[in-house]
């Protein structure tokens, strides 16, 4: 009987040793896992802060594309105010030369139905305050400010 008493404590204490082993075993693994899973939430808020960093920066880049495209439709509106009473002074000084409408296109390369919009928005010939040649360098100087001031 003391024999296999003594058996079966050399064998409780060798799996006593063995569950300590394992247990160390065990808590270094576990160690290991939560650096690992710590590394990963780490570069995963990373990534989450990126990706909000590149949104931001896209909405701004809209936001300054849009104001862009803002001031140049202005200054084209602009442009395009200055310089069509000019450019309509010039086509009633050219239909004052008896030329037709279909004429006045086909000399100026400007769409039948864009001269006959032009010559209805313009003044008669006789009270026009200046002649299309007086008009349109200022319109066209104008129009390089504008560029110039977008550009810069």
């Known amino acids: 009987m003391g024999k296999t ?15 300590l082993a394992l247990n160390a075993d065990r808590a270094a693994r576990d160690a290991r896992i939560e650096a690992a899973a710590a590394k990963v939430i780490t570069t995963a808020g990373k990534l989450t802060d990126a990706a909000a960093a590149a949104e931001s920066a896209r909405a701004e880049a809209r936001t300054g594309y849009e104001a862009a495209l803002t001031r140049i439709d202005a200054t084209y509106a602009a442009a395009v105010g200055r310089a069509e009473p000019a450019v309509a002074a010039g086509l009633v000084e050219l239909t004052a030369e008896k030329l037709s409408p279909a004429d006045v296109a086909a000399l100026t390369d400007l769409p039948s139905a864009e001269v006959k919009r ?15 040649a ?6 066209v100087d104008s129009v390089r400010a504008d560029a110039a001031a977008l550009a810069g």
């Open 5 to 19: 008493t003594n058996e079966a404590v050399t064998a409780r204490d060798t799996a006593r040793k063995r569950l």
């Open 118 to 132: 032009l010559l209805k928005s313009a003044p008669a010939a006789s009270s026009a305050p200046a002649t299309a």
């Open 134 to 139: 007086a008009v349109l360098p200022v319109a």
